[in-house]
């Protein structure tokens, strides 16, 4: 049997009261390599402050909204002990912020069985819309990351139907993107965001409409991120996959007629990777 | 019948060897194929097989367009 326990967060007392406890649970506990320089310990403050935002924050409506940085200087006045850097918390969230956009993100553009579709996400502060994706993380490839970011976004499991071969890659700002390319997942999925906060919406969208804003008077279209630097390879992709998908339905078919015209019997042929 | 030519196919006998070459020529009482390699490794321009003989058949490619 487990004990049970009080929950403390639900009738927190003071918003201080809340830090100390959100410094416990993601800060002061961590090894000691995740002190060894500025960003790596504002990775643990910044998982506190969306802990604190989508739990705490919602038990206890009195509580104010913070941002990360207000997060951050509040949590580091409460217990100046876990910030041992002369830097200020605000610098030190600027150089945080620079260093993110040197991580390399993957995602996945992911299409329904028929290519006519593309499956795109909205962030909760962006106007644009972009594949599923996200930051690498410590010691991860590239295939794993694409499958939790896509999991974490829209909850779809993306294993059986990724191929490590298939991608597209892009160094945007010095970022790199590499973006997989992902085909027949079915439409009538539910998706839906597994974290709070991050993801507003999930469409379909119509891959020709996309195409056409994209590159129709050479300028690019805002509402897209990232889907308008690679809609060329996009195309050729989609081009390519249903030529593939057309020859070997025209394959399928002659075999057939062939079969009947020669006589040849369905049972006798045992045939597996064929449908 | 020429709907069927120039298609890649590979066809196992009753005895169990595998042939693959082009379609030429196929109506209900045979097949003849053109640019034919034998699963022994033999090669010949045409070759033609009963289809009492066949057991199975694969498409493989389409005709070429040049």
């Known amino acids: ?275 | 019948m020429s709907q069927f030519t120039g298609f890649g196919v590979e066809v196992e006998l009753k005895d169990g060897k595998v042939i693959s070459g082009k379609v030429a020529k196929a109506n209900s009482k045979s097949l003849t194929l053109s640019d034919v390699v034998f699963s022994d490794g033999g090669v010949s321009q045409v070759f033609k097989v009963k289809a009492s003989r066949l057991r199975d058949l694969k498409v493989v490619s389409t005709p070429r367009k040049e």
Not at chain 1, 30 to 48: G, N, Y
Not at chain 1, 137 to 159: G, M, Q
Request: net charge neutral; aromatic share 10%.
């Open chain 1, 1 to 275: 049997m487990s004990l049970p326990l009080r929950r403390p967060l639900e009738n927190v007392a003071s918003l201080d009261r809340a830090l100390e406890d959100l410094i416990v649970r993601f800060i002061i506990n961590c090894p000691a390599e995740d002190f060894s320089s500025v960003e790596r310990e504002l990775f643990h403050v910044e998982e506190a402050s969306w802990f604190y935002t989508d739990f705490i924050k919602l038990m206890n409506p009195n509580l104010p909204n913070m941002k990360i940085k207000s997060f951050a200087q509040h949590v580091i006045k409460l217990c100046p002990l876990i910030w041992k850097w002369d830097d200020r918390a605000e610098q030190a969230l600027q150089k945080f912020s620079q260093y993110k956009k040197s991580i390399p993100v993957r995602g996945a553009a992911i299409f329904n069985k028929s290519f006519s579709k593309i499956l795109l996400v909205k962030g909760t502060e962006s106007d644009s819309w972009s594949f599923p994706r996200g930051k690498i993380s410590k010691d991860e490839n590239d295939v794993d990351c694409c499958i939790r970011e896509v999991l974490e976004e829209i909850n779809f499991d993306l294993t059986d139907y990724i191929d490590e071969e298939q991608f597209i890659e892009r160094n945007i700002q010095g970022k790199n993107y590499k973006i997989f390319l992902v085909s027949g997942v079915p439409q009538d999925f539910d998706f839906k965001p597994r974290v709070r906060n991050e993801i507003e919406k999930i469409e379909w969208r119509e891959f020709k409409k996309i195409t056409r804003n994209g590159s129709g008077n050479g300028k690019p279209n805002a509402r897209y991120y990232l889907v308008n630097s690679m809609i060329r390879p996009l195309t050729l992709w989609v081009k390519s996959k249903k030529q593939v998908e057309n020859e070997d339905q025209l394959k399928s078919q002659v075999e057939e007629q062939l079969k009947v015209l020669l006589g040849i019997k369905k049972e006798d042929a045992v045939d597996p990777g064929r449908e």
